[in-house]
Structure formats: structure tokens, C-alpha cells
């Protein structure tokens, strides 16, 4: 009898020893992976807070030999002392929560009408918004920008923020979502008398948080990462972005290169805080509608 149980006693401590293996390679694997992802984010920081001459000095140095803080006083001040990075980061700020809470709002709405209406060309229209995204911008910037021209929105917060209030790929991202949702919570609640819009607002909005997270923080970082509309749409230094000020900053002649990387610190600052304020929303997808519950 001894001798049968050994064999199945031996095959079970060599899978939990292959278990074991595979599961410490798996995390070396990740574990390289996330070294190679925050490496430039390391080097960013560490190079912002040390000498120009540092930076350049091979093989580079990851701890600096004197902590130059002064780099981001430069930063903000800027080669001239005018402070226009503040307001360059302000604009950023607002185009970039406007065009966020905006494409949120409208492709949610867009998003349901294809998820959750039956009618007529619904196909189409949804295959009609795709197609836009197989249009490269360049090709419609020079129209897009006449258009601002028209209608005497350039040079302005406008004129940023309008031809962007939308794109396609949010509407794809909802409309995925939300086809996911039990057809039987709707019903039940246009059965107790709910209209489409209170419908929209405190069930659909409520349970569709995951895909508002994403499609929030994808936006944002396009939007703050923008650098060829502000630059053809705007012309006062004052109504610049956080690119062109890094793009201009960085081509003056004067320009320190520990100053340099201070500044992308600073810009990073505010993708990487709404990053991590959403990050616990990415987990559990469409897995749980605590309108099914009530």
C-alpha cells in the first residue's frame, strides 16, 4: 500500500515544485519589465536634480553628487524669468479637464444609443464613427484650422478645446462597455416610471465608472501631450501649452539641461496623479453593476 501512495505523493510535490518555479519566473519576468518602464522615469528625476555637466558626464551617474533644487526654480521661472510656465500649465490644465469631462459626458451618451437602442442604421453610424479613426489629423488640420479661422475661435480656449470635445475611440470604448449591461435592470426601471435621462444618469453613469476611469485618463494624457494644434492654433505666448513651453524651452540657447528635465518632472506630475486617483476603478471591469443589487 506504502509503496502505490509514494508515486502520487511524489507527482504532487513536483507540480507544487514546477508551481512554485513557474510562479517566481513569472515574477521576474514582470518584476524586469516594470525596472525597464520606470528606468526613464528614474533617470528623469535624478538627472532634474543634478548639475548640467552631470548629466552628460558617461557612465551616468543615478545619484547625484550635489542635490540642485534650483533646477525646478529655473524650471518655473524659465530662461527669461517671465513665469510663463505657470500659465502655459494652467492652459493645459484647463483644455485638458474640459476636453475630459466633455468627451466623458458625449460619448457615454453616444455610447448608449448604439449599445442599448435598436434603430434603424445603427450599424452604420457606428461604423461611420469608427471610420474616422483610420483619418490621420494631419490630414484635417489645415481644414479644421480654417474652420477655427471662420469662426474666430483661434487664438483661444476655445479654439483649443472644441474640435476635440469627441473622438471615436471613447465612443467605441463605451459602447463596448455598455453592451455588457443586463438589458432586465433598464426594463425594471422604465417599469417603475424612470425616463431615459434620470435612466442615464443614476444608473448607467453610476455602474459605467471602470470605462469613465480609462477613457478619463486616455483622454487627459492626449490632450496634455498635444503639441501640433496649440502650436498651429495659438500665437500669444500666453495661450500656449505645456508642450510648446517644453519644445521652446528646450531649443533656447541658454537652456540647462537639469532645468530641462525638471520641467518634464513637473509636467508629468499631473498625468501621473490622475493615473494613480483612478487606478482602483480598473479593477473589476463590467463584472459587477451594483444596480443589479438594489
Known amino acids: 500500500m506504502n509503496s502505490l501512495a509514494m508515486p502520487a505523493t511524489v507527482n504532487k510535490n513536483q507540480m507544487k515544485t514546477l508551481a512554485?518555479?513557474?510562479?517566481?519566473?513569472?515574477?521576474?519576468?514582470?518584476?524586469?519589465?516594470?525596472?525597464?518602464?520606470?528606468?526613464?522615469?528614474?533617470?528623469?528625476?535624478?538627472?532634474?536634480?543634478?548639475?548640467?555637466?552631470?548629466?552628460?558626464?558617461?557612465?551616468?551617474?543615478?545619484?547625484p553628487s550635489e542635490i540642485k533644487w534650483a533646477n525646478y526654480a529655473r524650471a518655473i521661472a524659465g530662461n527669461d524669468g517671465s513665469y510663463q510656465f505657470v500659465r502655459n500649465i494652467a492652459n493645459s490644465l484647463i483644455v485638458s479637464i474640459s476636453i475630459m469631462v466633455s468627451t466623458i459626458f458625449l460619448s457615454s451618451m453616444v455610447g448608449y444609443g448604439l449599445a442599448k437602442f435598436n434603430f434603424k442604421g445603427r450599424n452604420i453610424v457606428?461604423?461611420?464613427?469608427?471610420?474616422?479613426?483610420?483619418?490621420?489629423?494631419?490630414?484635417?488640420?489645415?481644414?479644421?484650422?480654417?474652420?477655427?479661422?471662420?469662426?474666430?475661435?483661434?487664438?483661444?480656449?476655445?479654439?483649443?478645446i472644441i474640435p476635440f470635445m469627441l473622438n471615436a475611440f471613447a465612443v467605441f470604448q463605451m459602447r463596448q462597455y455598455l453592451l455588457t449591461f443586463p438589458e432586465d435592470i433598464l426594463d425594471a426601471?422604465?417599469?417603475?416610471?424612470?425616463?431615459?435621462?434620470?435612466?442615464?444618469?443614476?444608473?448607467?453613469?453610476?455602474?459605467?465608472?471602470?470605462?469613465?476611469?480609462?477613457?478619463?485618463?486616455?483622454?487627459?494624457?492626449?490632450?496634455?501631450?498635444?503639441?501640433?494644434?496649440?502650436?498651429?492654433?495659438?500665437?500669444?505666448?500666453?495661450?500656449?501649452?505645456?508642450?510648446?513651453?517644453?519644445?521652446?524651452f528646450a531649443a533656447e540657447k541658454y537652456a540647462d539641461e537639469g532645468a530641462m528635465m525638471a520641467v518634464a518632472v513637473i509636467a508629468s506630475i499631473p498625468v501621473i496623479a490622475l493615473f494613480l486617483s483612478l487606478s482602483k476603478y480598473f479593477v473589476g471591469g463590467s463584472s459587477t453593476y451594483a444596480a443589479g443589487k438594489e
Open 20 to 63: 512554485t518555479t513557474f510562479n517566481t519566473l513569472i515574477w521576474l519576468f514582470l518584476l524586469t519589465f516594470a525596472i525597464l518602464i520606470l528606468l526613464p522615469l528614474v533617470f528623469m528625476f535624478t538627472a532634474s536634480i543634478m548639475d548640467a555637466k552631470e548629466i552628460i558626464t558617461m557612465p551616468y551617474r543615478w545619484i
Open 126 to 160: 457606428f461604423l461611420a464613427i469608427m471610420a474616422t479613426m483610420m483619418i490621420p489629423f494631419e490630414t484635417i488640420m489645415i481644414p479644421l484650422f480654417m474652420v477655427a479661422l471662420k469662426l474666430g475661435i483661434q487664438d483661444s480656449y476655445r479654439g483649443l
Open 189 to 248: 426601471a422604465r417599469i417603475d416610471g424612470m425616463n431615459e435621462p434620470s435612466i442615464y444618469a443614476k444608473i448607467i453613469l453610476p455602474n459605467a465608472t471602470p470605462v469613465i476611469a480609462t477613457v478619463a485618463v486616455l483622454t487627459f494624457r492626449q490632450q496634455w501631450d498635444t503639441l501640433l494644434w496649440p502650436l498651429l492654433v495659438t500665437q500669444r505666448e500666453e495661450m500656449k501649452t505645456i508642450p510648446a513651453y517644453i519644445v521652446k
